[in-house]
């Protein structure tokens, strides 16, 4: 009935309302989210050939009943159906966790309120190395949870204040104001900053900072080059993980995870909490993998990339009891001209077949 559209962007390029009013103004204004609401994928007009196929045979995993199928290697793959059909059994279950195999689901990322991009993704190493040749000191004194750890807040920035029966305070720690080190660290700078500037830089600013001048340092741009590949430019470098949402963790694990020699990609529904605009952005970094030699397998409810896939396992036709059984298997123009499944028949409504 009501509509308030936040941005322009995000992080420190969003937080201002840029919209209020009904859906039908909205599709008028010129916000990220009015020029996208109408958005449409179209099916491609040809489709990548597989190198192989990855054979499950008998699944049985909880309501799947002794699926056999052969997943396609080399391509875009997008395994769909109706919450509860068995997708997440059927990859998950059968698709054997080998060395070979990277998958990206959204479970919390383990880490404490200390942990942050910088120090998930291993970002935060060649950065001290880089600070600590510059100085001629040692890589510990640039880490916040080491020696250059300011001793009243131990790293943290903030101070806990445990109520007891109430739930507990953090306050900015007054000795540091909230920087995290001890100031003898914090003259230290490379490339005109010190670390704390570093840590509170934008990963799209962080990867100008270290792509180019003095500050060049190749191992940490490639790391950033990953994460603004994902869609990650606006987080910055120190943020807490806790404060990430289900979505940006999903794909922070993918940003850390493409370093790896992996050969097949499952993704658990990586367009979860992504934005419209943010979509289109996810395929090019799929159609990448899958260009880079890699298998992708995605398991998916999102039109867009089911349009943009190179072929589909549709599962069904129901959820739990009712489901488990593979429906259909073909290209993406297959399933929309046979439109004998669920799936089949909103696919064609989406892309206006």
Same mark, same amino acid.
């Given at each position: 009935?009501?509509?308030?559209?936040?941005?322009?962007?995000?992080?420190?390029?969003?937080?201002?309302?840029?919209?209020?009013?009904?859906?039908?103004?909205?599709?008028?204004?010129?916000?990220?989210?009015?020029?996208?609401?109408?958005?449409?994928?179209?099916?491609?007009?040809?489709?990548?050939?597989?190198?192989?196929?990855?054979?499950?045979?008998?699944?049985?995993?909880?309501?799947?009943?002794?699926?056999?199928?052969?997943?396609?290697?080399?391509?875009?793959?997008?395994?769909?159906?109706?919450?509860?059909?068995?997708?997440?059994?059927?990859?998950?279950?059968?698709?054997?966790?080998?060395?070979?195999?990277?998958?990206?689901?959204?479970?919390?990322?383990?880490?404490?309120?200390?942990?942050?991009?910088?120090?998930?993704?291993?970002?935060?190493?060649?950065?001290?190395?880089?600070?600590?040749?510059?100085?001629?000191?040692?890589?510990?004194?640039?880490?916040?949870?080491?020696?250059?750890?300011?001793?009243?807040?131990?790293?943290?920035?903030?101070?806990?204040?445990?109520?007891?029966?109430?739930?507990?305070?953090?306050?900015?720690?007054?000795?540091?104001?909230?920087?995290?080190?001890?100031?003898?660290?914090?003259?230290?700078?490379?490339?005109?900053?010190?670390?704390?500037?570093?840590?509170?830089?934008?990963?799209?600013?962080? =990867?100008?900072?270290? +792509?180019?001048?003095? %500050?060049?340092?190749?191992?940490?741009?490639?790391? /950033?080059? !990953? $994460?603004? &590949?994902?869609?990650?430019?606006?987080?910055?470098?120190?943020?807490?993980?806790?404060?990430?949402?289900?979505?940006?963790?999903?794909?922070?694990?993918?940003?850390?995870?493409?370093?790896?020699?992996?050969?097949?990609?499952?993704?658990? =529904?990586?367009?979860? +909490?992504?934005?419209? %605009?943010?979509?289109?952005?996810?395929?090019?970094? /799929?159609? !990448? $993998?899958? &260009?880079?030699?890699?298998?992708?397998?995605?398991?998916?409810?999102?039109?867009?990339?089911?349009?943009?896939?190179?072929?589909?396992?549709?599962?069904?036709?129901?959820?739990?009891?009712?489901?488990?059984?593979?429906?259909?298997?073909?290209?993406?123009?297959?399933?929309?001209?046979?439109?004998?499944?669920?799936?089949?028949?909103?696919?064609?409504?989406?892309?206006?077949?």
């Amino acid at each position: 009935d009501h509509v308030v559209d936040l941005g322009p962007g995000a992080g420190t390029a969003g937080g201002t309302v840029c919209f209020e009013g009904t859906v039908e103004e909205l599709r008028a204004a010129d916000t990220v989210t009015g020029r996208h609401l109408d958005d449409r994928a179209t099916l491609k007009e040809s489709v990548r050939k597989r190198t192989g196929a990855l054979e499950i045979r008998g699944a049985n995993t909880h309501n799947l009943q002794d699926v056999d199928v052969d997943v396609p290697l080399g391509v875009l793959c997008v395994v769909t159906g109706v919450a509860g059909s068995g997708k997440s059994s059927l990859i998950h279950g059968s698709v054997p966790a080998g060395a070979d195999v990277v998958s990206v689901d959204q479970s919390p990322i383990k880490g404490s309120r200390r942990s942050n991009p910088a120090t998930y993704t291993g970002l935060l190493d060649p950065i001290r190395k880089a600070f600590a040749k510059a100085n001629g000191v040692k890589p510990a004194l640039f880490s916040a949870n080491s020696e250059g750890a300011c001793p009243t807040c131990n790293g943290a920035g903030v101070v806990y204040t445990d109520l007891a029966m109430m739930a507990g305070v953090a306050t900015p720690c007054e000795d540091c104001e909230g920087k995290r080190f001890q100031p003898s660290v914090l003259e230290y700078r490379f490339g005109g900053r010190d670390i704390s500037e570093v840590l509170a830089m934008s990963v799209d600013r962080a =990867e100008e900072f270290f +792509g180019a001048g003095e %500050a060049r340092t190749p191992a940490a741009h490639k790391i /950033l080059q !990953r $994460l603004s &590949d994902v869609g990650l430019g606006y987080l910055t470098l120190g943020q807490p993980l806790t404060t990430l949402s289900g979505g940006e963790r999903q794909r922070l694990k993918l940003a850390t995870h493409m370093g790896e020699k992996g050969g097949v990609y499952v993704l658990d =529904e990586p367009t979860t +909490g992504l934005h419209l %605009a943010d979509v289109e952005q996810l395929l090019g970094l /799929l159609d !990448r $993998l899958v &260009d880079a030699g890699k298998s992708v397998i995605v398991i998916e409810h999102h039109q867009a990339v089911m349009a943009h896939a190179d072929w589909i396992i549709d599962l069904g036709p129901g959820a739990g009891h009712d489901g488990g059984r593979i429906v259909f298997e073909g290209t993406p123009a297959d399933l929309v001209a046979d439109r004998s499944t669920l799936t089949g028949e909103h696919l064609a409504a989406y892309v206006g077949a």
